[in-house]
């Protein structure tokens, strides 16, 4: 299946805290994407991950990619006001549906109050 | 260095009208993807295009949509005729391969039908 299922759905949390969003899928990634889409806008690239067991870091950001490539995290640590948005994992597709698509995730809805 | 460029951003069509969404590439990607994202949720893949060419478009719907990237120009996606259901964001994304690795988004052009 191309499913990836993105865990929590909707997540409203303090300033500063940390936290911890999913993407999972039961079928092996080639590569995974991570976007964050702010209201009225188009997503935006935040980083790809290729290789199983994989970490990559921008500022605040930890993206994980698990061993196996079915799932991966993204751990925000002090979260501030500017990382609310729509957090979205993307994957190509595989040869049987359309080696050329992005699926995406159905994406986690992230706000950080003040 | 522009990226993805939609026109209009925003866009009312009454029940029945034509709607034609454009969609102008980054400098160098020749491969345009359209996807549709309704309120609260994910993107949907519509349609992926080279110049010229329509690779896949398993995500269109059957009737009254269509798409083209023509040799010179931005890609057009076409709605004939629409309903209030076709009322959503519609998103184009480029790349600079075929491989599904990585997009870029554009702003996205909101079409309501009244």
Redesign the interface.
Do not use: C, I, K
């Given at each position: 299946t191309q499913l990836l299922e993105q865990s929590p759905q909707f997540l409203s949390i303090q300033e500063g805290e940390n936290l911890t969003v999913y993407c999972n899928s039961s079928s092996v990634f080639s590569?995974l994407?991570w976007?964050r889409q702010e209201p009225?806008?188009?997503?935006?690239?935040l980083v790809?991950v290729v290789t199983g067991g994989e970490v990559k870091k921008l500022k605040r950001l930890t993206f994980q990619f698990g061993d196996a490539r079915k799932d991966s995290s993204l751990h925000i640590t002090a979260a501030q006001p500017g990382d609310t948005g729509l957090y979205?994992c993307?994957r190509?597709?595989s040869n049987q549906?359309?080696?050329?698509?992005?699926?995406?995730?159905?994406?986690t809805?992230l706000t950080v109050i003040p | 260095n522009a990226g993805v460029m939609q026109n209009p951003r925003h866009l009312v069509r009454r029940r029945g009208q034509e709607a034609r969404l454009r969609c102008s590439p980054m400098k160098g990607h020749s491969h345009v993807y359209w996807y549709r994202q309704l309120p609260e949720e994910g993107l949907k893949f519509m349609v992926y295009l080279q110049k010229e060419n329509i690779i896949d478009e398993s995500g269109m719907p059957k009737e009254r949509f269509s798409a083209e990237f023509p040799k010179e120009g931005p890609s057009i996606l076409r709605i004939q005729q629409v309903v209030r259901g076709d009322s959503a964001a519609y998103f184009c994304a480029s790349s600079p391969t075929g491989t599904g690795t990585e997009a870029f988004f554009g702003q996205g052009t909101r079409l309501t039908v009244v």
């Open positions: 590569s994407q976007y009225g806008e188009g997503p935006v690239l790809t979205l993307a190509p597709g549906t359309g080696a050329n698509n992005l699926f995406f995730g159905t994406g809805r | -």
